[in-house]
């Protein structure tokens, strides 16, 4: 058989055994194709294989005839032949029932056990029904499998090189030439793989993650559950486009968020891909609804680099220098900051709401408001818990005057502040949500959730994109929404976020340089300031010292801040509490190298 493989060098096989080991088994030319080796195991398999069929290979192309003996030879769950197109390592994989075949444009040939067939409660498939009719030919392109499955790093720091090491030095150098330096990068390194609250470069050095590729992970990197979720609806139907015919993840999804977001009125959620998205989203349907075009939005504000988004967020450098003109109608207040309100804390509340309600009645009139978007927590402002009372206060406001209140919660929601959305702490129902980030565990889906009469007053066709509500997305975000639930991450959020609340201000007693200690949940972060008497804003280039000596040391964390000078600390919510204090240790010593 190895002899007929070779014969057809550009083909390859893939044998899938439905008893361990699972590994894939692969033809020489396949190994060389996709740079995979075959361990021992697969060999020796192979082998035994090899002299199962040996002599039923008839003289049709060798590798179809090679799929055909085996075929009887199983049990099999999958074999896949496929004859690379001009060169190229991609597979083309039709699936079809086990006693079926097909061929695809391309020259491959699969034969698969259906689902059904592998559950051992199947009933057989009736004589009478056509094949193709019970078992619906699905096509597919797929990765070798080693890439898609869900890795295990041991979840410790481990240093073994100079960070960044050699290779990321050499992918950064690429890098360089291949990408503008407007996509930046705050750590020069690159990830190889990651899982649970590691991420592992491609030297080799084990990071503890604190950044969560800004608050997306969570349930942890590679949560096992979510590239399960991911992977069988890769399998199933990766697009039609939800506007050519729906699909069923987009549906559910639509559901579970309808009813985890706060408030009893019904409500409907539709998809996008990103944060920003769903805030042009979102101001869209509020516009609609009331007829209306201000928005007021605030100081420390970010909502995204979309047009609109850019115009609602805040900081000028670097989200929108020569960047403009800007959307009109937009109009801005200040934040309810506690730590920097002119009038103290204890006045910053009622203080905001005031001169919110004076600005928005004497200089743009309620009647023209059509929403107030405001981040429960601020998130790339400086994770700044708003003064309480504020939010209620705004709310009551917007409710008076028929003004849409919207809440982006694309970085504090689910469960990042110890609940599904940061706002059900202040007892407000927003009458817009907005996810994104963490919803979808690591593949892009946002949402805007909201009040079904506000949700509905858009006319058909006035919502949607291409990929809005992707089915791979959708389902893995059914599995983080899972995940939360069965492993009680709102809880945990919430009592480990005390413990990092805790730690932090003990380290705040040590260190003078710590101004602030604030957060909710597990969305904590320290503002630090070169004198806490005048709170003057630490300058950049300390905290970036900071963050580079965490980095040496094997752990990731993110700035953030209008002023640039807060700490921010987004572990997944299922990190281990070991390594948790080992990354806060890291993160402690090195803020006392930085600022003595
Ligand atoms: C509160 C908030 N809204 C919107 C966005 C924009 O999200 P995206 O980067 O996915 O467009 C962000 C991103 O950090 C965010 O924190």
């Given at each position: 058989m ?11 096989l ?106 051992p409660?199947?009933?057989p ?27 295990d ?36 390194i690159?990830?190889?793989r ?71 009125a019904?409500?409907?959620?539709m ?43 805040a ?121 994104a ?29 291409t ?23 709102l ?7 005390e ?31 070169t ?22 040391e094997?752990?990731?964390?993110l ?38």
């Open positions: 190895r002899e007929l493989a070779r014969a057809a060098p550009s083909s390859f893939v044998v899938v055994p439905a008893t361990p080991p699972r590994e894939h088994l692969w033809t020489e030319g396949e190994a060389r194709a996709t740079g995979h080796s075959r361990s021992d195991a697969a060999l020796a398999r192979f082998a035994e294989l090899e002299a199962e069929v040996e002599g039923e290979v008839g003289d049709e192309n060798p590798m179809l005839a090679i799929g055909d003996a085996l075929r009887d030879h199983g049990p099999f769950d999958e074999i896949v032949i496929s004859t690379l197109p001009k060169g190229l390592s991609k597979w083309l994989k039709v699936d079809l029932p086990r006693r079926a075949e097909g061929r695809s444009g391309s020259g491959s040939r699969t034969w698969s056990r259906s689902r059904r067939d592998r559950r409660d199947a009933a498939p009736s004589a009478d029904v056509p094949a193709r009719r019970r078992e619906p030919r699905r096509a597919r392109l797929s990765l070798p499998p080693e890439r898609g499955s869900s890795v790093i041991p979840q410790e720091r481990k240093v073994v090189t100079e960070i960044p090491g050699p290779r990321s030095r050499e992918w950064f150098e690429r890098r360089a030439t291949a990408v503008p330096q407007g996509v930046f990068n705050t750590h020069p690159v990830t190889a990651a899982s649970g609250a590691i991420i592992e470069d491609v030297d080799g050095n084990r990071l503890i993650d604190f950044a969560t590729g800004i608050s997306v992970l969570n349930v942890g990197h590679t949560s096992p559950a979510v590239v399960a979720a991911a992977q069988r609806q890769l399998e199933l139907d990766t697009h039609t486009c939800f506007h050519v015919t729906a699909n069923e993840p987009y549906i559910e999804l639509a559901e579970r968020l309808n009813a985890l977001a706060p408030g009893d019904p409500k409907k959620t998809f996008a891909n990103s944060g920003a998205e769903a805030v042009e989203n979102a101001v869209k349907i509020a516009r609609k609804a009331t007829g209306r075009q201000a928005i007021v939005t605030f100081d420390h504000a970010f909502h995204g680099r979309t047009l609109l988004a850019m115009s609602l967020t900081k000028v450098m670097p989200y929108k220098q020569g960047m403009g003109p800007f959307a009109p109608e937009i109009y801005r207040l200040p934040f309810a900051y506690p730590y920097r309100w002119p009038g103290g804390a204890e006045r910053c509340a009622e203080e905001a709401l005031d001169y919110a309600r004076e600005e928005i009645h004497k200089h743009i009139g309620e009647e023209n408001v059509a929403a107030v978007i405001l981040e429960p927590i601020q998130g790339e402002g400086g994770f700044i818990v708003p003064a309480e009372g504020f939010v209620k206060g705004l709310a009551e406001f917007c409710a008076e005057h028929r003004i849409v209140f919207i809440a982006d919660e694309v970085q504090s929601g689910m469960g990042r502040a110890g609940r599904w959305f940061a706002i059900e702490d202040d007892g407000v129902v927003p009458d817009l949500i907005t996810s980030k963490s919803l979808g565990g690591g593949l892009p889906i946002s949402a805007v959730t909201g009040r079904a009469d506000v949700m509905d007053s858009v006319h058909v066709g006035g919502l949607g994109g990929y809005g509500g992707n089915p791979v997305a959708a389902a893995a975000a059914l599995a983080v929404l899972d995940q939360i639930e069965k492993e009680g991450l809880e945990r959020s919430r009592t480990l976020g413990k990092i609340t805790g730690r932090l201000r003990e380290m705040q007693d040590r260190h003078k340089a710590i101004g602030d200690v604030r957060g909710r949940g597990m969305m904590n972060a320290i503002e630090l300031v004198d806490r008497g005048t709170k003057e804003p630490l300058d950049g280039q300390s905290g970036n010292a900071i963050v580079k000596r965490c980095l040496e094997g752990v990731v964390i700035k953030a801040g209008t002023f640039d000078n807060v700490i921010r600390l987004l572990p997944p919510l299922t990190i281990d509490e070991t390594l948790l204090e080992d990354g806060l240790s890291i993160l402690d010593e090195a803020i006392g190298a930085g600022t003595g």
